[in-house]
């Protein structure tokens, strides 16, 4: 396959591009490193499959020669990144899956949109199964990544039905693993730094609220599925073992040897108080489930922050 991934040189991105070359196949990635780097691809330029196109995607997009995927991974990911960055989450959630759409209908290709888990807000059923509509606030801070996403959906579910397009959406739960930014503001980059340097651990709230981890080769591994198999409906992709973010920061602490004292900093406005994805779907039809458990993932991704550091 010829494949083009925006957002290839972020997290998952650049995890993604690894797998399809690995796999053997053709990438094309494309990013405007708003919160991309280049250091997470480094290792691919060497690989004559492989090529970089710095180009934001809300803005037309061409690609010369065939393309028999796209995958639109493009956006700022973490609650601290799309509220810096607010107008060009909304942006490239909207007006980029549109661009990104038009090119894979043009080339006649497959194409995967990166959904989340936020499209259920803070949800009032757990797990959350496919079927489940969420509970979005549409005008609070995070409402610009949610809705955005939620578009996106729609968009894409618009361009199967009325041009028949072969179409994929997965909704990706709360993934880690290496290449997660230090300053990206999330959970597990945020404690880790902290454990590591000594510094006071942030747990926002009481902590109670819980998420379920997921590490990026399960999730890469299912989304590679997921290209391959023929479900034209939204698939959830994540670790469904659920922990409070208490038990993760004293979890990051203990595997860390750190000292860090664990303290309490208010709750971000609208943090969902429970999230665990409902896989039933993901191990029915696609035969995947998450291999790699928690406290084994968290080791992996510690060396990488300790080696970052
Ligand atoms: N969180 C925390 N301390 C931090 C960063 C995040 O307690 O330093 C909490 C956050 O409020 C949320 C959970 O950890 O309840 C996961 O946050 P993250 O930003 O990783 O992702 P989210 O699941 O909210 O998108």
Redesign the pocket.
């Known amino acids: 396959m010829r494949v083009l991934i925006t957002g290839g040189a972020g997290f998952i991105g650049s995890h993604l591009c690894e797998l399809f070359l690995r796999e053997g196949h053709s990438v094309i990635c494309m990013d405007n490193l708003l919160t991309g780097r280049l250091e997470n691809i480094d290792a691919l330029f060497h690989n004559e499959r492989f090529s970089f196109v710095k180009q934001d995607v809300t803005n037309f997009i061409h690609v010369a020669g065939p393309l028999d995927a796209v995958l639109h991974f493009a956006s700022p990911a973490?609650?601290?990144d799309y509220l810096h960055f607010p107008i060009p989450t909304l942006k490239v959630g909207a007006l980029g899956t549109h661009k990104a759409l038009g090119l894979a209908k043009d080339k006649k290709a497959t194409f995967m949109l990166a959904s989340t888990s936020?499209i259920y807000g803070d949800p009032d059923v757990n797990p959350q199964p496919e079927r489940y509509w969420g509970n979005v606030n549409p005008i609070g801070p995070r409402g610009v990544y949610d809705e955005a996403k939620r578009f996106a959906e729609a968009m894409t579910m618009a361009y199967h039905r009325f041009h028949k397009m072969p179409v994929r959406i997965v909704r990706i739960f709360?993934t880690y693993g290496p290449r997660m930014r230090i300053q990206d503001?999330?959970?597990?980059p945020?404690?880790m730094t902290q454990a590591i340097k000594g510094r006071p651990i942030?747990?926002?709230?009481d902590?109670s609220?819980t998420?379920s981890l997921c590490y990026v080769s399960d999730l890469a591994s299912g989304l590679y599925k997921l290209l391959l198999s023929d479900i034209e409906t939204p698939v959830n992709i994540g670790n469904p073992h659920e922990i409070t973010?208490l038990e993760l920061?004293e979890t990051i602490k203990r595997l860390a040897r750190s000292k860090s004292k664990i303290i309490r900093?208010p709750?971000?406005a609208d943090?969902?108080k429970q999230?665990c994805p409902d896989i039933a779907l993901a191990k029915k039809r696609l035969g995947w489930s998450p291999k790699v458990q928690l406290e084994e993932g968290l080791k992996k991704t510690l060396g990488y922050f300790k080696a970052e550091l």
């Open positions: 973490s609650p601290v936020e709360n503001g999330r959970a597990v945020n404690f942030t747990v926002y709230g902590g609220q998420r973010v920061a900093k709750l971000p943090d969902p999230r």
